[in-house]
């Protein structure tokens, strides 16, 4: 079975980095498109990036250029890494594997538990 684990969060000041990791089951990384979202209190959980099989990546307007997803497929981690961050980017951050490349969050079927980034100003 699909197995996600996020990882690398924590509280950083605006204008901070952070990495976040999402260590996967055997061959997830290979036979899924890998997505990141995030909820904040009060709000709907959207997609911030998404990567497909082949490594072609679309993100969300309000993270272009500023966040960058990547994947090690021998590792069998997919990766967040996050600069230039904002308060508005504070929220629980989720790994999910689906069968679309897209950052519609209806659209994935595995998930992971979620790992919390919080942006002081």
């Known amino acids: 079975q699909v197995q996600l684990v996020e990882s690398g969060g924590g509280s950083v000041q605006a204008g901070g980095s952070l990495r976040l990791s999402c260590a996967a089951s055997?061959?997830?990384?290979?036979?899924?498109?890998m997505g990141w979202f995030r909820q904040a209190p009060g709000k709907e959980r959207e997609g911030v990036a998404t990567?497909?099989?082949?490594?072609?990546?679309k993100y969300a307007d309000s993270v272009q250029g500023r966040f960058t997803i990547s994947k090690d497929n021998t590792q069998n981690t997919l990766y967040l890494q996050m600069v230039s961050l904002e308060p508005a980017d504070t929220a629980t951050y989720y790994c999910a594997a689906g069968n679309y490349f897209s950052l519609s969050f209806g659209l994935y079927v595995y998930w992971g538990q979620g790992t919390q980034v919080t942006v002081s100003s």
């Open positions: 055997v061959d997830t990384i290979n036979r899924f498109c």
């Open positions: 990567i497909d099989r082949y490594g072609n990546a």
